[in-house]
């Protein structure tokens, strides 16, 4: 994953909470603890990633 560009959720507060950070990656997007960024990633396929959103959402 080297040069991948993370950004914060947007429901990521300021206040310490949990904090979770995307790359978009060219077919996956990956997924990793803000407040370990050294620490393990997970990767997703993007068709599965829409699909664990739109489950979130609801």
Request: net charge positive; with cysteine; aromatic share 6%.
């Amino acid at each position: 994953m080297t040069g991948a560009v993370w950004r914060k959720s947007s429901c990521t507060t300021s206040n310490g909470g949990n904090c979770v950070e995307l790359a978009s990656l060219p077919d996956n997007v990956a997924v990793r603890d803000s407040k370990d960024p050294d620490g393990p990633r997970l990767v997703f396929g993007r068709r599965a990633f829409s699909v664990f959103l739109t489950g979130v959402k609801r």
